[in-house]
């Protein structure tokens, strides 16, 4: 992972990199039910508030691009979620979280590794 060796990450870019990792770590372990769409706004618009700060951080800023097109399913996915849900729109959001499970459990692994 080039984050695990980027020679020195700044604490700035830390804070950026812990928050980050609790919305992904959240995103990968939601439970779907009726209040979950909000949980998942949250985290999405939490990501991409970190993934733009990271943007242009040595050793993330690939990794950052790669997880963006991911969170944009997932926030497309939960955007046309209505209350109650269908059950279509239940797997899209489904297969838009799988999807950035996948991506993201690689750059979590190296985020700790970056900032322990």
Same mark, same amino acid.
């Given at each position: &992972? /080039?984050?695990?060796?980027s /020679?020195?990450?700044s604490a700035a870019a830390?804070k950026h990199? =812990?928050s980050?990792?609790?919305s992904?770590? *959240? %995103?990968?372990?939601?439970q %779907?039910n009726?209040?979950?769409?909000?949980q $998942?706004r949250t =985290?999405?618009?939490? $990501?991409?508030? #970190? %993934?733009?700060?990271?943007?242009?951080e040595?050793?993330?800023s690939? #990794?950052?691009s790669q997880?963006?097109s991911s969170?944009d399913?997932v926030t497309?996915a939960? !955007?046309? &979620?209505? *209350?109650p /849900?269908?059950?279509?729109q239940?797997?899209a959001? $489904?297969?838009a979280?799988s #999807? %950035? !499970?996948?991506?993201s459990?690689?750059m979590?692994?190296? &985020?700790k590794?970056?900032?322990?």
């Amino acid at each position: &992972m /080039p984050a695990a060796t980027s /020679p020195s990450v700044s604490a700035a870019a830390c804070k950026h990199v =812990d928050s980050l990792r609790g919305s992904l770590t *959240s %995103l990968t372990h939601v439970q %779907l039910n009726a209040s979950s769409a909000s949980q $998942i706004r949250t =985290d999405v618009t939490n $990501i991409n508030t #970190q %993934l733009t700060a990271l943007k242009d951080e040595p050793g993330f800023s690939a #990794q950052a691009s790669q997880l963006r097109s991911s969170v944009d399913q997932v926030t497309n996915a939960a !955007k046309k &979620m209505s *209350s109650p /849900p269908t059950s279509a729109q239940v797997q899209a959001v $489904i297969t838009a979280l799988s #999807q %950035l !499970k996948a991506k993201s459990s690689g750059m979590i692994a190296g &985020m700790k590794a970056a900032c322990p």
